[in-house]
Protein backbone atom coordinates (compact mmCIF):
# COMPACT_ATOMS: atom_id res chain seq x y z
CA UNK A 1 0.00 0.00 0.00
CA UNK A 2 1.21 3.40 -0.92
CA UNK A 3 2.85 6.00 1.96
CA UNK A 4 -0.76 7.86 2.42
CA UNK A 5 -3.12 5.30 2.77
CA UNK A 6 -0.65 3.44 5.59
CA UNK A 7 -0.44 7.64 7.44
CA UNK A 8 -4.21 7.44 6.95
CA UNK A 9 -4.91 4.00 9.02
CA UNK A 10 -1.58 5.14 11.56
CA UNK A 11 -3.77 8.42 12.47
CA UNK A 12 -6.93 6.46 13.13
CA UNK A 13 -4.57 3.90 15.46
CA UNK A 14 -3.42 6.75 17.21
CA UNK A 15 -6.32 8.45 17.78
CA UNK A 16 -8.57 5.55 18.17
CA UNK A 17 -6.34 2.58 19.71
CA UNK A 18 -3.75 5.19 21.60
CA UNK A 19 -5.97 8.02 22.42
CA UNK A 20 -3.02 10.72 21.32
CA UNK A 21 -3.38 14.03 21.70
CA UNK A 22 -4.06 16.10 18.47
CA UNK A 23 -0.35 18.00 18.83
CA UNK A 24 0.86 14.33 19.28
CA UNK A 25 -0.16 12.81 16.59
CA UNK A 26 0.87 15.71 14.08
CA UNK A 27 4.10 15.27 15.42
CA UNK A 28 4.18 11.42 14.48
CA UNK A 29 2.45 11.97 11.09
CA UNK A 30 5.56 14.73 10.56
CA UNK A 31 7.94 12.06 11.47
CA UNK A 32 6.34 9.47 9.40
CA UNK A 33 6.79 12.32 6.40
CA UNK A 34 10.37 12.85 6.73
CA UNK A 35 10.61 8.76 6.69
CA UNK A 36 8.42 8.94 3.71
CA UNK A 37 10.34 11.85 1.83
CA UNK A 38 13.97 10.27 2.51
CA UNK A 39 12.50 7.02 1.14
CA UNK A 40 11.23 8.53 -2.03
CA UNK A 41 14.76 9.65 -2.64
CA UNK A 42 16.11 5.89 -2.43
CA UNK A 43 16.80 4.31 -5.69
CA UNK A 44 13.99 2.78 -6.34
CA UNK A 45 11.78 4.99 -4.28
CA UNK A 46 10.18 2.07 -1.32
CA UNK A 47 7.20 1.82 0.55
CA UNK A 48 6.98 1.19 4.37
CA UNK A 49 6.77 -2.64 3.33
CA UNK A 50 10.21 -2.59 1.92
CA UNK A 51 12.29 -0.60 4.19
CA UNK A 52 14.86 -2.67 6.16
CA UNK A 53 17.58 -2.48 9.25
CA UNK A 54 20.04 -0.79 6.29
CA UNK A 55 17.47 1.70 5.43
CA UNK A 56 16.85 2.63 8.95
CA UNK A 57 20.74 3.89 9.39
CA UNK A 58 20.63 5.05 6.61
CA UNK A 59 17.28 7.21 7.34
CA UNK A 60 19.18 7.90 10.82
CA UNK A 61 22.37 9.09 9.44
CA UNK A 62 20.26 11.34 6.82
CA UNK A 63 18.49 13.27 9.65
CA UNK A 64 21.63 13.45 11.66
CA UNK A 65 22.83 16.17 8.74
CA UNK A 66 19.87 18.40 9.52
CA UNK A 67 20.91 19.27 13.55
CA UNK A 68 17.96 17.57 15.01
CA UNK A 69 17.57 18.11 19.00
CA UNK A 70 18.33 14.86 20.61
CA UNK A 71 14.93 14.83 22.28
CA UNK A 72 13.70 15.21 18.51
CA UNK A 73 15.34 12.30 17.24
CA UNK A 74 14.40 10.29 20.32
CA UNK A 75 10.66 11.39 19.38
CA UNK A 76 11.29 10.35 16.03
CA UNK A 77 12.71 6.90 16.67
CA UNK A 78 9.31 6.42 19.02
CA UNK A 79 6.98 7.58 16.18
CA UNK A 80 8.76 5.30 13.48
CA UNK A 81 8.86 2.39 15.83
CA UNK A 82 5.33 2.71 16.98
CA UNK A 83 4.37 3.07 13.14
CA UNK A 84 6.08 -0.43 12.20
CA UNK A 85 4.28 -1.99 15.44
CA UNK A 86 1.13 -1.02 13.97
CA UNK A 87 2.73 -2.13 10.57
CA UNK A 88 2.85 -5.71 12.23
CA UNK A 89 -0.67 -5.57 13.74
CA UNK A 90 -1.84 -5.22 10.29
CA UNK A 91 0.17 -7.84 9.14
CA UNK A 92 1.92 -5.75 6.56
CA UNK A 93 5.44 -6.49 8.01
CA UNK A 94 7.13 -9.27 9.94
CA UNK A 95 9.74 -7.41 11.74
CA UNK A 96 10.23 -3.69 12.99
CA UNK A 97 13.14 -2.04 11.21
CA UNK A 98 13.22 0.39 13.98
CA UNK A 99 13.16 -1.82 16.78
CA UNK A 100 17.04 -2.17 17.15
CA UNK A 101 17.35 1.68 16.21
CA UNK A 102 19.06 3.55 19.82
CA UNK A 103 17.69 6.66 20.63
CA UNK A 104 20.37 9.03 21.21
CA UNK A 105 20.62 10.21 24.92
CA UNK A 106 19.57 12.95 26.11
CA UNK A 107 20.69 15.52 27.93
CA UNK A 108 19.28 17.57 30.91
CA UNK A 109 20.62 20.98 31.34
CA UNK A 110 20.30 22.45 35.06
CA UNK A 111 18.02 25.43 35.12
CA UNK A 112 19.66 28.96 35.75
CA UNK A 113 18.17 29.82 38.97
CA UNK A 114 17.88 32.96 41.11
CA UNK A 115 20.16 33.83 44.10
CA UNK A 116 18.14 34.35 47.58
CA UNK A 117 19.13 38.10 47.10
CA UNK A 118 17.41 38.45 43.81
CA UNK A 119 14.72 36.39 44.86
CA UNK A 120 14.28 38.39 48.10
CA UNK A 121 14.67 41.83 45.69
CA UNK A 122 12.01 40.67 43.32
CA UNK A 123 9.41 40.06 46.58
CA UNK A 124 10.35 43.05 47.85
CA UNK A 125 9.77 45.11 44.61
CA UNK A 126 6.01 44.11 44.57
CA UNK A 127 4.20 46.55 46.17
CA UNK A 128 1.68 45.42 48.78
CA UNK A 129 -0.75 48.62 48.72
CA UNK A 130 -3.38 47.59 46.65
CA UNK A 131 -5.40 43.71 47.18
CA UNK A 132 -3.50 42.71 43.68
CA UNK A 133 -0.14 43.60 45.09
CA UNK A 134 -0.98 41.40 47.87
CA UNK A 135 -1.55 38.10 45.86
CA UNK A 136 1.03 38.81 43.65
CA UNK A 137 3.32 38.57 46.71
CA UNK A 138 1.80 35.96 48.19
CA UNK A 139 1.86 33.87 44.98
CA UNK A 140 5.60 34.39 44.35
CA UNK A 141 6.76 33.80 48.32
CA UNK A 142 4.31 30.37 48.06
CA UNK A 143 6.72 29.90 44.88
CA UNK A 144 9.97 30.47 46.95
CA UNK A 145 9.32 29.47 49.91
CA UNK A 146 7.55 26.33 49.48
CA UNK A 147 9.14 25.15 46.07
CA UNK A 148 6.09 24.90 44.22
CA UNK A 149 5.97 24.46 40.96
CA UNK A 150 3.38 27.29 38.88
CA UNK A 151 1.26 24.65 37.66
CA UNK A 152 0.91 23.36 41.53
CA UNK A 153 0.13 26.76 42.67
CA UNK A 154 -2.66 27.33 39.62
CA UNK A 155 -4.43 24.36 41.20
CA UNK A 156 -4.06 25.04 44.71
CA UNK A 157 -7.47 24.97 46.49
CA UNK A 158 -7.44 26.06 50.07
CA UNK A 159 -9.07 22.47 51.03
CA UNK A 160 -5.37 21.52 49.28
CA UNK A 161 -3.60 22.86 52.73
CA UNK A 162 -3.30 21.60 55.80
CA UNK A 163 -3.74 24.21 58.82
CA UNK A 164 -0.37 23.11 60.91
CA UNK A 165 1.92 26.16 61.51
CA UNK A 166 5.20 24.80 60.09
CA UNK A 167 3.89 22.60 57.16
CA UNK A 168 1.67 22.78 54.21
CA UNK A 169 0.31 18.82 52.76
CA UNK A 170 0.20 19.04 48.62
CA UNK A 171 -0.99 15.90 46.97
CA UNK A 172 0.50 14.64 43.74
CA UNK A 173 -0.26 11.80 41.59
CA UNK A 174 1.65 10.59 38.68
CA UNK A 175 -0.33 7.71 35.93
CA UNK A 176 -0.05 4.97 38.64
CA UNK A 177 0.23 6.62 42.62
CA UNK A 178 -0.74 9.78 45.04
CA UNK A 179 1.39 10.72 47.41
CA UNK A 180 1.84 13.94 49.79
CA UNK A 181 5.05 15.90 49.38
CA UNK A 182 5.30 17.91 52.39
CA UNK A 183 6.63 21.84 51.79
CA UNK A 184 7.50 24.23 54.98
CA UNK A 185 5.37 27.60 54.88
CA UNK A 186 6.58 30.75 54.01
Known amino acids: MSWQIWKKAFRQFLTMEKGFSSNSIAAYEQDLDRLRQFSENQHPPKQPEELNNSDVTLF???MAEFGITES???RM???????????QIEAAVTKNPFELAEAPRITRKIPDILSQEEMRQLIE???ISSDLGIRNRAILEMLYGCGLRVSELVNLKISDLFS???????WEKD???VWCRWVCRP
Open 164 to 170: AKVLSGL
Open 125 to 127: SVA
Open 77 to 87: ISALRMFYHFL
Open 60 to 62: LKW
Open 72 to 74: TQA
Open 175 to 177: TKN
